[in-house]
Structures are given as C-alpha cells and as structure tokens.
C-alpha cells in the first residue's frame, strides 16, 4: 500500500505544476495511469515516486508497524478512491482470513496509528517527490510540460 501511494500521490504531486487541482484530485484519488503516455515518452518521470516508493515502504514498516489486514486486494490500490488507507482502517478493526490464517488479530488503533497512516499515504510521498522532481527540474531532467495530462 505504501508503494502504491507513494506512487500516486506522487505523480499528483510532480505534475501539479502542470495539471493544478483537478490533476492534482485526477492522480491523487483517481489514478497515477493517466501519467502513462508521459512515462512512455519520458520514462525518467518515474524517478520521483519510485524514489519515494523505496523511502516510505520502510517508514510505513519500520517506523510506523502499519499492516495491511484488511482484504490483499486493497493493498495494490493506494490513495485510488481511498482503497488503499480504508483497507488499513478495516484491517484494524476487522483483519481479513487471509490475516487471521497469518495470526493477525484485531487492535485499538492510536493516534500514532493515525497519524502514520496519514503520513504514509500522503505526507512522506508527496515531499519526497516533490523535493526529487524539483532537483531533477533544475538538472534540465524534467521539463515544464513534461508531466501534462491530456485532456
């Protein structure tokens, strides 16, 4: 889930630039496909939220001890209509059989449970690809335009 995340907002957050709120909403809740077309002529842009992905997986585990019990599928899902952080939240509450099969039971999530989620879904991504894609704009990697989503 946190790849998944990191991935799309991540690419909400690079192409803000370009795409403001409705790019912003479109890749952050919707779906970071619509970058594909970009990343197929320009498959440097997968840098930042690959570089986030590989930073916010080990905060989410290691620093935070989120689990995803809730159903598998939602794990591949990310920020996509919330599917990814919900999954969690149902996890918590009500892990699924494939989480029970594997000991998991159900917890009384904390603030700091909450608070990792957040960041994890969207705080740790967002700044770290955001601080990757605007190095890579002033090393003439990542070009204005480079990111826009067609309409």
Request: proline letters at 7%; glycine letters at 12%.
């Amino acid at each position: 889930m946190a790849g998944c995340c990191a991935h799309m907002v991540g690419f909400a957050t690079c192409s803000y630039r370009e795409n403001k709120l409705g790019g912003l909403v479109s890749q952050g809740i919707g779906t970071s496909m619509l970058q594909v077309p970009n990343l197929l002529k320009k498959p440097i842009l997968w840098l930042p939220p690959v570089v986030a992905s590989a930073i916010n997986g080990p905060i989410a585990t290691v620093l935070f001890g989120l689990k995803m019990n809730g159903e598998p599928i939602s794990s591949g899902m990310g920020t996509c209509g919330l599917v990814g952080p919900i999954g969690v939240l149902a996890g918590w509450i009500d892990p699924s059989q494939t989480a029970q099969a594997l000991g998991e039971v159900a917890i009384q999530p904390t603030l700091i449970d909450y608070i990792g989620l957040v960041m994890v879904c969207v705080v740790v991504p967002a700044i770290v690809s955001l601080v990757v894609s605007e190095i890579m704009r002033k090393a003439g990697l990542i070009k204005l335009g480079d990111y826009k989503l067609e309409a």
